[in-house]
């Protein structure tokens, strides 16, 4: 990240019970639209109960967790490419975020119960910048931690 994250807890009401949702984020300062590179630089990670993790398909919790993503955003889907860290798996996805013309960068993982959720907010022109491209790819899992 570009500076230190700001750290928070947040209860989350899901269709399954609440979930606690831990976030770092770096906002920088600026519209999207008119920056060149990201302004928003999040990772999130949540842990769903065992029980749900071993009765739902892992792409069910993933699709859940896009479409989530997608309305909190008030974005609409742009692409999903299927991807795997470590052999677990994940979804790329970018979401167009008219009201600011830009676009979400967004990368799921689901590793045993927990959710990692990589996001970087970004002008569409810069979408695609290997800035973008490296933060993203940075990620690895250490034990049960994303890094």
Known sequence: MPSP?????????????????????????????????AVFYA????????????????EKILDAARDGGVASSRGHLISELIISLDGYPGRDIRIALPTIRAVMRFRIYLVRQRLYQLAV???????????????????????????
């Open 43 to 58: 990772v999130y990670y949540s842990d769903y109960p065992d029980t749900h993790v071993q009765q739902t398909e892992p």
């Open 5 to 37: 994250p700001v750290e928070k807890k947040q209860v989350v009401n899901t269709p399954i019970p609440q979930l606690d949702v831990y976030s770092f984020t770096v906002e920088l300062k600026g519209n999207p639209a008119a920056h060149r590179g």
């Open 121 to 147: 907010v970004t002008s569409k022109d810069e979408a695609s910048s290997q800035d973008i491209g490296q933060f993203l790819d940075s990620f690895r899992l250490l034990g049960n931690q994303l890094h």
